[in-house]
């Protein structure tokens, strides 16, 4: 049975958690123009059932697009600080302590 061992690339990691921030960024402003247009429905469509219409979807957008460019972020923050620069510090000390004990 062979072994393998984990391996992090940390440059992948950080690419990918670009591409994620920029994707969370058009998405977000994909949805406050989508938010926008939704807005303007009120200059062709003027009934009671549209004003409900258009504050209901104002207030699950204003809800939803806080929340999830929220989580979005915090999981980029986690990708950032835990497995990139954590790995990073905790392999820097593993080589440190292998040369030390090289060098005994």
């Keep these: 049975m062979s072994r ?13 958690r670009g591409r994620i921030e920029a994707q969370n960024l058009e ?5 406050n123009r989508i938010k926008g247009y939704m807005a303007r429905t ?18 699950a957008a204003d809800k ?3 929340d999830y460019k929220e989580v979005i972020q915090n999981y ?3 990708l950032r600080v835990t497995v990139v ?3 990073e510090q905790l392999d820097n000390k593993l ?6 004990f090289t060098t005994v």
């Design 42 to 59: 009120s200059e062709e469509w003027k009934s009671p059932a549209a004003d409900e219409l258009r504050e209901n979807f104002e207030e």
């Design 85 to 87: 620069e954590s790995y």
């Design 95 to 100: 080589k440190l302590n292998a040369q030390r």
């Design 27 to 31: 998405l977000y402003n994909t949805l």
């Design 64 to 66: 939803f697009f806080s």
């Design 76 to 78: 980029t923050e986690f």
């Design 4 to 16: 393998e061992g984990l391996k992090i690339d940390t440059g992948l990691v950080q690419t990918t």
